[in-house]
């Protein structure tokens, strides 16, 4: 019965908890650079580099919309995304 409580337990736990984002092998920098969706799981400070959204953005336009609202506004970041 007590493992039965314990498994109960378990999942409610899960069931409030906060989905988990992907864990990202190596350097989230690197990672975002390279495939620009990894953007959405970044941390607030990538979100705000400029180097590391124009790259993203580059390679996939869709991650313009995880960066920092500043660079989602910056004209250049926006040009390269294809955005007017």
């Not at 007590?2 to 498994?7: G, L, M, W």
């Not at 109960?8 to 495939?35: I, W, Y």
Request: hydrophobic fraction near 30%; aromatic fraction near 4%; include cysteine.
């Amino acid at each position: 019965m007590r493992a039965h409580n314990k498994i109960l337990n378990q999942k409610s736990q899960m069931k409030n908890s906060k989905p988990r984002k992907p864990h990202f092998e190596g350097d989230a920098c690197a990672r975002v650079k390279k495939t620009g969706w990894a953007l959405r799981y970044a941390s607030d400070e990538l979100r705000s580099d400029r180097e590391v959204v124009m790259e993203a953005v580059q390679k996939r336009s869709e991650a313009l919309e995880y960066a920092s609202p500043e660079l989602q506004n910056d004209p250049e970041i926006r040009k390269a995304a294809g955005r007017p």
